[in-house]
Nanobody, 128 residues
């Protein structure tokens, strides 16, 4: 069973930055593509960003493009989401998720149901 633990969330003022981490254990991160999702109260879980197993391709929702950067460090078995120029509408619980892919640069899904393992989430609150 793969375990994912997110950290790095918190309260920040609009315009500030946070870096989320997703530590993976019990399996090598090399086996997985990684995605970040978020869920605000009363809203559905939505795609934020993803990175292929190779790290060669990244995907972003239009709402975060140019402000967020996804990355991965397979040696540390950890993925990251650098969030800059945060806005109040970024407030949500952020989840990392992984899925096995056959190809190292396989296209990553934006559908939560396609992901096999999830972390418990970390709260990000952006004040105006």
């Amino acid at each position: 069973q793969v375990q994912l633990v997110e950290s790095g969330g918190g309260l920040v003022q609009a315009g500030g930055s946070l870096r989320l981490s997703c530590a993976v254990s019990r399996r090598s991160l090399n086996n997985f593509g990684v995605a970040w999702f978020r869920q605000a109260p009363g809203q559905e879980r939505e795609f934020v960003s993803a990175i292929s197993r190779s790290g060669g391709t990244m995907y972003y929702d239009d709402s975060v493009k140019g402000r967020f950067t996804i990355s991965r460090d397979n040696d540390r078995n950890t993925a990251y989401l650098q969030m800059n120029t945060l806005k109040p509408e970024d407030t949500a619980v952020y989840y990392c998720a992984v899925k096995r892919t056959i190809l190292s640069d396989q296209r990553m899904s934006r559908a939560p149901t396609d992901y096999e393992y999830w972390g418990q989430g970390t709260q990000v609150t952006v004040s105006s």
